[in-house]
């Protein structure tokens, strides 16, 4: 398991609006290998925790309890490039300015309503996985056997 990871989460709107399985086929059909999944209530010190680099921020009260209003569906996606490649796949962060085809600019229409989350660096992917998943619950070990078949 030295392979790259994200941690990908749909929000509550996401899951409210029954967007949840259509989000993770776009992740699996691009070829990226689920490795955690598990559905979660965020307690508000991990919604903190998760996003302390905007704590100064003036939405910053606003964010916490969106992410907190209902429950979450957290990922781990594993592949070489998958950080980067999820960040495409997701869109910008706001969402009018999301291209088409991709889950915001698809999907939504505020920046406060943005559906899903995905990190932004390879640091913080690890980081944000000991954050959601640190008792391990949620994940498994598997290997991908359409490896050969996805990779040169
Ligand atoms: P991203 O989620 O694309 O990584 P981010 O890390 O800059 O974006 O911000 C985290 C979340 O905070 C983002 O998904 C929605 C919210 N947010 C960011 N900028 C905002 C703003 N100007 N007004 C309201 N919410 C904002
Ligand atoms: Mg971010």
Not at 65 to 94: D, H
Not at 124 to 142: K, L, Q
Request: aromatic fraction near 10%; charge should be negative.
């Amino acid at each position: 398991a030295n392979q790259e990871r994200s941690y990908v989460m749909v929000k509550p709107d996401g899951v409210q609006r029954g967007l949840v399985g259509k989000i993770i086929s776009r992740f699996e059909r691009k070829g990226f290998y689920l490795k955690g999944l598990k559905m979660f209530n965020c307690p508000e010190d991990i919604a903190k925790e998760h996003y302390k680099d905007l704590s100064s921020k003036p939405f910053f009260p606003d964010l916490v309890e969106y992410i907190c209003s209902g429950p979450v569906i957290c990922m781990i996606w594993e592949g070489k490039g998958v950080v980067k490649s999820a960040r495409k796949l997701i869109g910008a962060t706001n969402p009018l300015e999301s291209e088409p085809g991709t889950i915001r600019g698809d999907f939504a229409v505020e920046v406060g309503r943005n559906v899903i989350h995905g990190s932004d660096s390879d640091e913080n992917g690890e980081r944000e996985i000991g954050i959601w998943f640190s008792s391990g619950e949620g994940t498994a070990e598997w290997t991908p056997h359409m490896e050969p078949w996805l990779r040169e």
